[in-house]
């Protein structure tokens, strides 16, 4: 009786047969109309585009039923086992067309907080300023990885033949980490430490978890939240007050822009593909636009951008109606993208479109 | 480095130069691919000027005479000639903008420089690029640019529609 198992056993028949010199070989044939492919790298570089052409090229309207890891294109042998994990298995569920273009475009400007941010030109700032700062990363850094969270909860029910979409949000789960990262580093660098965290964001936080598809989550996420985060990103660029801050408001804001772009086109895609969902994304982004907006409510939230954009607690009012531009702008081109999308928002909009502080002073 | 007037196609030509020279420090940023176009006003008139990226290097640069001569997926930088001068010569002042010339610096409140665009994904190509960008105005530092009155500038080749 042997003292192995049946699948061990069986190995070490194969083994005796290659050793004689009896080898299979059928995958050498297996899969005939994938064989012959070339690709020429351009000046870029490979890019995923340059490669996925012709019969690789081929996304299917509906991913593969075999349900498993098998890259889009090979052959699946007949009794492969699937892993029962993918449910969103339409192309539109997912697709945008410029997934791929945004992968290649995220594994080249990847950047690092270890080195590329001049952290040797930290100044110590006054009091007030510093608070500022270190209360606006802690925001920052308790809201960026929720962008890391959901496409992680999506991911693995993702069919494997949409692969540019899987690959495009795992780069933008490592653009979060960065930034979590980051703003982190910033608030424990320069004397001061992280301060309060929000409770009115875990409301926001929470809506893009708890979204009922993946759709609506990345409508909810990657439009509205990132739209709104990349104008903060861009607001903390213009107020910040070393090169470190610019330096890393600056990075963050190429990668978020990236997020943005994905999110639109997804939604795009969809909605030409669904327009009888529209509503169900109107349903979130009121949801969505009821959080933010609360949020004006929480001191520290509102309190820490306005000193900054006033330049110092003793000119926290007038940062208060430098405020109200940037929140106009956010709205702007929230409305804009979804507008590319396929979305009119404005109609719907459960949010002012700007906020007068004149007629709030009235 | 040869002087070149701003605003003019040589003087874009001479940062595209600058951009090619530097090479490996754009490759370390990533490929940039967007349309440009920078719109100058002066007292004789708006000047533009469109500016194609492509991965590492300038694709292209023609003066246009109107916007809509673009191509159409671009996005426009705008600001007064007086705006543009103080910016270039910040940044030659200090070898790359201070903290209060940076492209976003002066874009972010709309005044006193803009970016608009037809489309608000290629405005978003702007802060997706935005070091890349940066970096090519920073060219700047290494160009020794003089401002011409609008009258001079009328002469040079201006892209027309066909």
Request: proline share 6%; aromatic share 8%.
């Amino acid at each position: 009786m042997s003292r192995y198992t049946p699948v061990v056993d069986t190995a070490l028949d194969r083994m005796r047969e290659m050793v004689r010199g009896n080898f299979d070989l059928r995958w050498m044939d297996a899969n005939p109309a994938g064989w012959g492919h070339a690709a020429t790298p351009g000046p870029a570089g490979l890019r995923l585009r340059d490669v996925e052409t012709g019969y690789y090229g081929r996304v299917p309207e509906d991913g593969s039923a075999h349900g498993s890891m098998a890259p889009r294109g090979c052959a699946v042998p007949p009794g492969t086992r699937s892993l029962g994990m993918y449910t969103l298995n339409e192309k539109s569920e997912v697709w945008a067309e410029n997934a791929g273009l945004l992968y290649d475009e995220a594994v080249v400007r990847q950047w690092n907080s270890v080195t590329d941010v001049p952290w040797d030109r930290l100044e110590k700032l006054p009091d007030d300023l510093e608070k500022a700062v270190c209360q606006l990363c802690t925001n920052l850094a308790e809201v960026e990885f929720v962008a890391g969270d959901m496409p992680a909860k999506w991911l693995c029910r993702i069919n494997h033949d949409f692969h540019e979409v899987k690959l495009f949000l795992a780069s933008q789960i490592m653009d979060e980490a960065r930034h979590l990262d980051v703003f982190r580093k910033r608030a424990l660098a320069n004397g001061g430490g992280l301060m309060m965290a929000s409770p009115g964001q875990e409301e926001l936080l929470a809506a893009i978890l708890e979204a009922p598809d993946y759709t609506t989550a990345s409508a909810l996420m990657h439009i509205f939240g990132e739209g709104f985060v990349l104008t903060l990103f861009r607001q903390g660029e213009f107020l910040a007050p070393t090169e470190v801050e610019k330096t890393i408001f600056r990075l963050c804001m190429q990668d978020e822009a990236r997020h943005v772009a994905y999110g639109v086109k997804h939604l795009q895609y969809f909605l030409e593909r669904h327009p009888d969902r529209a509503e169900q994304v109107h349903e979130i982004l009121d949801v969505g636009e009821q959080a933010i907006f609360a949020l004006t409510l929480e001191p520290q939230t509102s309190e820490p951008r306005a000193i900054l954009a006033g330049g110092g607690l003793e000119n926290i009012q007038l940062g208060m109606a430098r405020l109200a531009f940037i929140y106009a702008k956010q709205v702007r081109e929230y409305l804009r993208r979804l507008q590319i999308a396929g979305l009119d928002r404005e109609p719907r909009l459960t949010i002012p479109k700007e906020i007068s502080i004149d007629d709030l002073a009235a | 480095m040869t002087g070149a007037i701003f605003p003019s196609t040589a003087w874009f030509r001479a940062l595209a130069r600058r951009m090619k020279q530097d090479e490996p420090a754009y490759r370390a940023l990533g490929p940039v691919d967007c349309t440009m176009v920078v719109r100058i006003d002066t007292p004789a008139g708006p000047d533009l000027y469109e500016v194609v990226f492509e991965r590492y290097a300038v694709r292209s640069i023609r003066r246009l005479a109107r916007l809509e001569d673009a191509a159409p997926g671009h996005f426009v930088l705008e600001a007064p000639l007086e705006t543009w001068r103080e910016m270039i010569e910040n940044i030659r002042d200090n070898a790359g903008p201070d903290l209060r010339h940076t492209l976003n610096y002066l874009t972010f409140p709309d005044v006193p420089m803009r970016v608009t665009g037809p489309d608000q994904l290629e405005v978003d190509a702007f802060y997706r690029y935005n070091e890349s960008l940066q970096r090519f105005f920073n060219g700047a530092a290494d160009v020794p640019t003089a401002y011409a009155a609008p009258a001079a500038r009328a002469t040079e080749d201006v892209c027309r529609p066909s």
